[in-house]
C-alpha cells in the first residue's frame, strides 16, 4: 500500500501511515517551522534599510540639485572658474573646488601608494608571521585615529614644518592636507593589498624558488601580478576615501576659491565648501542653499564612480585558485 511503511519494534511489526504523520506535523505547532518561515522576512527587511537609505539620499540631492540648476545653468556650474556664491553679483563655477579636491587627491595617492604597497609586500613577503601579527596592528593603527586630530597635526605642525623649507607656503594650503591625508590612507592600501597577496598560493612561490629566482624576482613577476586585482581595488577604495575626506581639509587646507593649480596656496575642496555653506548663514532656499546640494551630488557621482570602477577592477583581473 502507498504511504505505508513497516517498522520492526522489538517482535511486533508496526504499520505507520506516513502521509498521516505529515499531516498531524503540519498541524501541530512547531516552533522551527515558525522561525524558518519568518526570518527570510526579518533579513529582507534588515538587507532593505541600506537600499531605501540610498534612495532617500539619492533622491534628496537629486530633487535640490534640480533647483539649483533651475536658478544656475548646468554648463556655467560645471564650466566656471569663478566661485563667488555671496554678494549680488553670485557666480557658482565648482571648477576651484574640482582642482582642489583632485590636488588633495593626487597629493594623497603619491603619499599613499608607494608606502602602502612596499609596506604590503614587507609584511607579505618578507616579515615572519610573529613581526607580522606585532606590526599589522600597529599600522592599522593610523585608521582609527579620527581625521580631526589629523587636521589640527596637519595645521600645527606639517604645516610649520614645511614652511621651514618652504618660506613660500602659505598657513593654509593644499600640500599639507594632501601629506597627511596620504598618511591617513597608507593603513588601507597597505592592509588590502596585503590580503591580496598573502592569498596567493605558497606552490607559486615554491615553484618560482624552484626554477632559480630569487626572492626580489618572486615578488615582482609573480606575486604582484597574481594579486593585481586586490592591490588596485586598494588603490581606487583609497582615493575614494580621499576625495570624500573632511575635517582634514576643512581645518589645513584654507577657504580660498580662486581657480589655481599652485599647491601652496590656499584652496578649498568640495567637502571643505559644504562645511561652510552648513555652518553659515545660507536661508533655506536660496541659490547658495542649493549650491550644497550641487556640490555633494558631484561628490557623490565622484565616489560611486570610483566604487564601480574598484568593483569591475576587482571582478575582471580576479584570480581563484
Known amino acids: 500500500m502507498k504511504g505505508v511503511i513497516t517498522l520492526g519494534l522489538k517482535n511486533n511489526k508496526e504499520k505507520i501511515n506516513v502521509r498521516d504523520m505529515i499531516e498531524k506535523n503540519k498541524n501541530s505547532f512547531n ?7 519568518v526570518i527570510p522576512y526579518i533579513l529582507l527587511g534588515i ?8 534612495i532617500g ?19 556655467d556650474f560645471y ?18 573646488l574640482l582642482t582642489g579636491t583632485i590636488l588633495s587627491t593626487l597629493i594623497a595617492v603619491a603619499v599613499a601608494i608607494p608606502i602602502g604597497l612596499m609596506t604590503a609586500i614587507f609584511l607579505s613577503e618578507y616579515a615572519s608571521e610573529q613581526l607580522r601579527k606585532f606590526l599589522k596592528p600597529i599600522l592599522e593603527i593610523l585608521a582609527g585615529i579620527p581625521t580631526i586630530v589629523y587636521g589640527f597635526f596637519a595645521f600645527t605642525f606639517v604645516t610649520p614644518l ?26 588601507m592600501v597597505a592592509s588590502l593589498s596585503e590580503d591580496a597577496m598573502s592569498s596567493v598560493p605558497n606552490s607559486m612561490r615554491e615553484g618560482a624558488l624552484a626554477l632559480g629566482a630569487t626572492k626580489l624576482e618572486v615578488t ?15 588603490f581606487v577604495l583609497a582615493i575614494s576615501r580621499a576625495i570624500g575626506e573632511t575635517m582634514i581639509v576643512t581645518i589645513a587646507s584654507g577657504s580660498n576659491k580662486a581657480f589655481s593649480f599652485n599647491i601652496t596656496e590656499s ?3 568640495m567637502t571643505a565648501y559644504i562645511v561652510e555653506v552648513t555652518g553659515g548663514e545660507a536661508a533655506a532656499g536660496t541659490t547658495l542653499y542649493y549650491s550644497l546640494y550641487a556640490v555633494a551630488m558631484t561628490l557623490f557621482v565622484f565616489t560611486l564612480v570610483m566604487n564601480l570602477i574598484a568593483q569591475y577592477i576587482s571582478r575582471k583581473f580576479r584570480e581563484e585558485y
Do not use: C, H, Y
Open 31 to 37: 516552533l522551527n517551522s515558525v522561525t524558518e518561515k
Open 47 to 54: 538587507a532593505a534599510v541600506s537600499i531605501i537609505t540610498t
Open 57 to 75: 539620499i539619492v533622491f534628496t540631492l537629486l530633487s535640490e540639485t534640480i533647483s539649483f540648476f533651475q536658478a544656475v545653468p548646468f554648463w
Open 79 to 96: 564650466t566656471g572658474t569663478e566661485l563667488k556664491p555671496l554678494g549680488d553679483d553670485a557666480k557658482f563655477g565648482i571648477l576651484p
Open 162 to 187: 614645511l614652511r621651514s623649507f618652504i618660506p613660500a607656503l602659505d598657513p593654509t594650503n593644499i600640500l599639507s592636507p594632501g601629506l597627511v591625508m596620504g598618511i591617513m590612507i597608507i593603513p
Open 220 to 234: 615582482f613577476k609573480v606575486i604582484l601580478p597574481a594579486a593585481i586585482s586586490g592591490i588596485i581595488a586598494s
Open 267 to 269: 584652496m578649498q575642496t
